[in-house]
C-alpha cells in the first residue's frame, strides 16, 4: 500500500477533524511508528501556530492573569527535587566531594523526573486516543448490527471484473438508513488513485463516497442512503484520488442487475 | 529566554518563568479561544484553564514534538472546542460557524464594507490567502470543531472531497506562511 492515503489522513487529523475508520486507521499506523506522518503532524501545528502567531494580538482581560497568578502563588504542586540541591549545598560547607556526588545525583533525579513526567502524560494521551478509537469501532459494528437485524436490509454480492478478477464485495443495504461496502482481495491503488463506489437508481450513476484498501486488499466504507429510488446497482470504480462526480476509470467490482 | 528553556523553569517550579510565558503568549492565545467560543467571559474561562494546564503540565511538554507555541496553542485549541461542546450540549442550538467569519470582540465593526474587508483580512491573516473551497473546510475544523463527515454533510460533498481540500489548504497555508515574514 502507498503512504499517499496516510498524508491527507495526517492533514485531517492535524486540523482535528479525522473520525470513523479513518481515525482508527490513521492511529494504527502511527503506532507502527511511522517518521513521515509524525513529521507532517508537527509541521502542520508549526504552521497552524505561526498563523495564530501572525495574527492580531488581542489582551485578554487583566482578572484571567491576577486569578492565575493567585493560583500559581498558592499552589503546593509538589516538587521533591527542589530541596535535594539545597540540601546538597550544605553538606557541600563540610564535604565538597560528597556534595559533588549529591550533585550529580540530584541533577539526574531530576532529568529522570522530567522524562517520567512526559512518559506519563504520553500514555494518558495514547489511553485518550484508544479510547475514542474504540468507542468509534464500537460505533460502526453497533450501526451494521442495527441495520442487520431491520428485515427491510439486504446484503448485495459484489463480483470483481476484468481488472481485480479475485476481488469481491458486499454491500449491507437499507433503502432509508444506507449501509456500508465491505470489499476483500482488492489491490491497493496505485498512487494518485483511489476507489470510488457509485450507486446506480436513477439514469445517472452517483457517486457515494471513496475508499482505500490495507496490505490485505481489504477495505470498507460507510454508504449514505441515495434519494432517486431504490438502488438497482452497485459498482466500484479506480479513480483519480479524491473521488470525481461521475465515473471515468475502469470498473473493478459490480452487482449484478 | 528561548520558548523551551521558559517551560522547562516552569517545570521546575519557577513561578517568574510562568509570568512570563503568559505574558508571551496569552495575547495570541486568548483570540484563537474568542474564535472558537464566540463568548468573552467563556474565552476568559477556557484561557484561565488551559495556562493553568500548561503550569501543572509543563513537565509533559517534549521539545522534540514541537515549539511552546505549537503546544500552547493545541491545548488551546482543544480546550476551547470542549468549552463549545459542553455549551452545545446544554443548549442543543449550537450551531458551528459556517460562513460568518466571526471575531469574538468585532460584533459589528463598523465602518464601510472595504474597511471591514480590512478588518476581515486581519482576523483571516493567511488563511485569507487560500482558495475559499480550502479555507472553509479547514475553518469547519479547526474552528468548528467539525469531523470531516460532519463538513461532509453541511457541505453536500463528497468524504473524499473535504479531506482533499483539508490537505490541499494545509498545503498552501504553509507556503503562504513561508513567504510572509
Redesign the interface.
Known amino acids: 500500500m502507498t503512504h499517499e492515503p496516510f ?3 495526517a ?2 487529523h ?7 475508520e ?1 481515525l482508527v486507521r490513521f492511529e494504527a499506523h502511527l503506532r507502527e511508528g511511522c517518521a513521515t506522518c509524525e513529521a507532517a503532524l ?20 487583566a ?3 491576577d ?3 493567585r ?3 498558592s ?1 503546593s ?1 509538589p ?1 521533591p527535587w ?1 530541596w535535594i540541591p539545597w540540601a546538597v549545598g550544605v553538606a557541600a560547607a563540610a564535604v565538597l566531594a560528597a556534595a559533588f556526588t549529591g550533585g550529580m545525583v540530584a541533577a539526574r533525579y ?1 532529568a529522570r ?2 522524562a517520567l ?2 512518559d ?3 500514555a494518558r494521551e495514547q489511553l485518550r486516543r484508544e479510547q475514542a478509537l474504540l468507542r468509534e469501532e464500537v460505533k460502526i459494528a453497533r450501526s451494521i448490527a442495527d441495520l442487520l437485524r431491520d428485515p427491510a436490509t439486504r446484503v448485495v454480492a459484489l463480483n470483481g471484473l476484468a481488472d481485480a478478477p479475485n476481488a469481491n464485495g458486499r454491500v449491507v443495504w437499507h433503502e432509508k438508513a444506507g449501509g456500508r461496502l465491505y470489499v476483500a482481495g482488492l489491490p491497493p491503488a496505485p498512487a494518485g488513485k ?1 476507489y ?1 463506489l457509485w450507486t446506480i437508481a436513477g439514469p445517472a450513476p452517483r ?1 457515494a ?2 475508499f482505500d484498501v490495507d496490505a490485505a486488499g481489504r477495505g470498507s466504507l460507510t454508504v449514505a442512503p441515495v434519494t432517486d429510488g431504490p438502488v438497482k446497482v452497485f459498482a466500484v470504480t479506480l479513480e483519480p ?3 470525481t462526480p461521475a465515473p471515468t476509470g475502469p470498473v473493478v467490482l459490480a452487482s449484478a442487475k | 529566554m528561548t520558548g523551551p528553556d521558559l517551560v522547562r523553569r516552569m517545570a521546575e517550579g519557577d513561578r517568574n518563568a510562568f509570568a512570563r510565558f503568559y505574558d508571551r503568549h496569552a495575547r495570541q492565545v486568548y483570540p484563537l479561544i474568542l474564535r472558537i467560543t464566540r463568548d468573552p467571559a467563556d474565552a476568559a474561562d477556557v484561557l484561565q484553564e488551559v495556562f493553568w494546564e500548561a503550569w501543572q503540565g509543563a513537565a509533559s511538554y517534549d521539545p522534540g514534538r514541537g515549539t511552546p507555541e505549537a503546544w500552547i496553542f493545541m491545548r488551546a485549541r482543544t480546550r476551547a472546542i470542549d468549552k463549545v461542546r459542553s455549551v452545545r450540549r446544554r443548549s442543543e442550538t449550537f450551531v458551528a460557524p459556517a460562513d460568518e467569519r466571526v471575531t469574538a470582540a468585532a460584533a459589528d465593526p463598523g465602518g464601510d464594507a472595504a474597511e471591514r474587508a480590512e478588518d476581515r483580512g486581519l482576523v483571516l491573516g493567511a488563511l485569507g490567502q487560500l482558495p475559499e473551497a480550502q479555507r472553509e473546510v479547514i475553518e469547519l475544523a479547526y474552528y468548528g470543531g467539525l469531523t470531516q463527515t460532519e463538513i461532509a454533510e453541511r457541505l453536500k460533498q463528497p468524504l473524499g472531497t473535504v479531506k482533499t481540500r483539508i490537505r490541499l489548504g494545509l498545503e498552501r497555508l504553509r507556503e503562504v506562511l513561508k513567504r510572509s515574514p
Open positions: 498524508d491527507t489522513l492533514a485531517v492535524a486540523v482535528g477533524a479525522l473520525d470513523g479513518d508537527r509541521e502542520a501545528n508549526e504552521a497552524l501556530a505561526e498563523l495564530h502567531r501572525q495574527a492580531t494580538p488581542v489582551i485578554p482581560p482578572h484571567v492573569r486569578a492565575l497568578m493560583r500559581v502563588q499552589s504542586r516538587r527542589r531530576q523526573m522530567g513526567a512526559r506519563m502524560a504520553q483511489t470510488e457517486p463516497g471513496t484520488a479524491g473521488g
